[in-house]
């Protein structure tokens, strides 16, 4: 395999193509140790120890750092590496080494969302914004299991109660502008029309 190209990405970084493709970046002081050069010869035991060893361990550091601060999903993580220039095998091996000692979790993830977003926002929402995040439904599924278990999970008939007294609405003293405007705005939440219909009184 022959180094086609060295594009610099920062002062310290750059980015190596290996025949024609874009394989991996590298510090610039490393690439120096190594002897890598546009149109020289990289060898498979050089290509291997970058890929297996170099690049594996600064991902999985690269994660372990990240979730110091607070959570990712498996999605948000591989994004975060994507953006590094990591190469798939590497980011794959990362998330598999950092979920194995529990470090991501999905479903816990999804549970801790629920249990914030849940006295603000309606179901369809929340699903919404976790599947946005890479989250699967069934993960999003077992994660409500978890809450409803656990007795996390707010009526959305009581959630909806809550919101019109933020609003400081009243259905006996409003008119139907102000009925329907109150309708969109928790349509806008997700919440069910009929739901809805009954909380604000548009239809009596």
């Given at each position: 395999m022959t180094v086609t190209d060295i594009v610099e990405l920062s002062k310290t970084r750059s980015r190596i193509f290996v025949d024609n493709e874009a394989a991996f970046v590298l510090y610039k002081s490393?690439?120096?140790?190594?002897?890598?050069?546009?149109?020289?010869?990289?060898?498979?035991?050089?290509?291997?120890?970058?890929?297996?060893e170099l690049l594996v361990k600064r991902a999985?550091?690269?994660?372990?750092?990240l979730l110091k601060s607070r959570d990712y999903t498996k999605h948000q993580l591989a994004?975060?590496?994507?953006?590094?220039?990591?190469?798939?095998?590497?980011?794959?091996?990362?998330l598999e080494y950092t979920a194995s000692y529990g470090y991501i979790d999905d479903v816990r993830y999804a549970a801790a969302f629920i249990k914030?977003?849940?006295?603000?926002?309606?179901?369809?929402?929340?699903?919404?914004?976790?599947?946005k995040k890479g989250?699967?439904?069934?993960?999003?599924?077992?994660?409500?299991?978890?809450?409803?278990?656990?007795?996390?999970?707010?009526?959305?008939?009581e959630l909806i109660r809550k919101l019109l007294e933020k609003k400081h609405y009243h259905k006996n003293d409003s008119t139907l502008e102000e009925r329907r405007k109150i309708a969109a705005f928790l349509y806008r939440k997700g919440f069910s029309s009929d739901k809805i219909n009954k909380a604000v009184g548009l239809y009596e």
């Open positions: 490393e690439i120096g140790k190594m002897n890598i050069k546009k149109d020289k010869e990289l060898s498979e035991e050089s290509f291997c120890h970058i890929m297996e999985r550091l690269r994660c372990l750092n994004g975060k590496l994507k953006q590094g220039f990591y190469p798939e095998t590497v980011i794959e091996n990362a914030y977003a849940g006295s603000t926002k309606s179901k369809r929402q929340i699903v919404n914004e976790l599947l989250v699967s439904k069934q993960d999003i599924e077992n994660a409500y299991v978890q809450c409803e278990e656990n007795h996390f999970l707010m009526d959305e008939e």
